[in-house]
């Protein structure tokens, strides 16, 4: 938010202390053109309009690794058709998460839909991002996965 101060920003979590530390980040940052709500992801259409969304920004989902766990996994199908219907045309698609799981789910997601993958990595901090590295900003978990040694892939899509 302050990188780009002519944008809003909206943070969206289900996790009630994670939006809390944030919304302590935006205060501590004067940051007037950002908010942090607490929200399910599931519903998000009940929040924006078809092609309201100039961007999308999905930072380390909950992975539900197991086959059982299907219908709780934020990235895939449903997900992504939401983002088909609430992103602008052109609007930019960016995931990054610490389970490669996830970077499928999405490709194969969106195969149907209005989207093209701009690119992915599958280690952001040796091969770094699929966009620009100076509009990259590294999240709390992500350095904690760089601590440890273990990857953080990537994936940019647009829509078309």
């Known amino acids: 938010a ?21 919304a302590k980040k935006i205060q501590a940052a004067e940051a007037g053109n950002a908010r942090i709500c607490r929200y399910d992801a599931w519903f998000l259409s009940d929040l924006f309009d078809a092609g309201e969304v100039a961007g999308l920004y999905t930072n380390h989902p909950d992975p539900w690794p197991k086959e059982r766990h299907e219908k709780k996994r934020l990235m895939g199908p449903l997900f992504a058709r939401w983002a088909a219907d609430a992103l602008a045309p052109g609007a930019r698609w960016r995931l990054k998460t610490d389970f490669p799981g996830n970077v499928d789910r999405v490709v194969d997601a969106i195969a149907d839909l209005p989207f093209r993958v701009l690119g992915r990595s599958d280690d952001v901090e040796n091969t770094g991002t699929p966009w620009p590295e100076d509009d990259d900003i590294v999240t709390n978990y992500q350095s904690k996965f760089y601590k440890k040694n273990e990857p953080i892939y990537a994936l940019e899509v647009e829509r078309l």
């Open 2 to 22: 302050r990188r780009y101060p002519d944008q809003n920003w909206l943070g969206v979590e289900i996790r009630f202390k994670r939006v809390i530390l944030c």
